[in-house]
């Protein structure tokens, strides 16, 4: 599967740690009947799952569901488990593994987003081969995310989006409401945990996320 900047425009992201009961699966069923554009697996924090052996059978039971509805799926953080179960993307952070392994580990064999929150991360990151789209949060306050760090805000947004030389996907805080907002400053797409996992209408959520104009 080859990356394209409307796979960004509803980027689901979850794992156990965000669901009642390690329910990954039903909800995932339910996000991509409602229409999400790509899935991010993301087991991080205390209650998150440990064993190994039942992370790689969750994964493969995502990456089952998601070649069902054509859908994207990513693995944060854990290029081995994105590998094993033949995931189309790795996700990494700042913390996480260096940018550069990723990449030389991952060339041809999967998209990659990179979270970058500052102009001297999105300046290397611009100056990298391999990289598809970078994520820039928090945008908002946000609780979803112990490593949120703070709220950049629009203005920074705008900026970061103008800087970069690949699509963003912006994340953190960001609702239905204020999501217009947060794509008028140059933002290809929306993610997050909440506003998918907490929707009260999620077919309505996400047609409204990809109704939006994102940038390039």
């Known amino acids: 599967m080859n990356f394209n900047k409307n796979m960004l425009q509803a980027y689901c992201i979850a794992g156990s740690q965000d669901l009642a009961d390690h329910q990954v699966l039903p909800f ?4 991509l009947k409602a229409g999400i554009t790509t899935f991010q697996l993301r087991e991080k924090g205390p209650d998150a799952i440990a064993d190994p052996q039942k992370l790689v059978a969750l994964a493969r039971a995502c990456r089952q569901l998601t070649r069902q509805y054509d859908v994207p799926l990513f693995i944060d953080d854990n290029i081995d488990l994105a590998l094993t179960v033949g995931a189309d993307g790795i996700h990494v952070g700042q913390k996480d593994e260096g940018i550069s392994a990723v990449l030389a580990k991952t060339a041809g064999k999967l998209m990659v987003g990179y979270s ?9 990151a611009n100056s990298l081969t391999g990289i598809d789209y970078l994520g820039v949060g928090a945008v908002y306050p946000t609780t979803s995310k112990a490593d ?3 709220a950049i805000g629009l203005a920074k947004l705008h900026d970061y989006a103008q800087l970069s030389t690949r699509p963003i996907v912006a994340i953190g ?7 217009p907002d ?7 797409g929306i993610s997050g945990i909440t506003i998918f996992t907490l929707s ?3 077919p309505d959520t996400v047609a409204r996320l990809k109704a939006l104009d994102g940038g390039v």
Request: proline share 3%; net charge negative.
């Open 200 to 202: 009260e209408n999620l």
């Open 116 to 124: 970058c929150n500052t102009p001297a991360q999105i300046e290397h």
């Open 28 to 31: 995932l069923e339910t996000a």
């Open 182 to 188: 947060v794509i008028a400053a140059g933002a290809a």
């Open 173 to 179: 805080g960001i609702t239905v409401a204020n999501a």
């Open 148 to 150: 949120a760090g703070a």
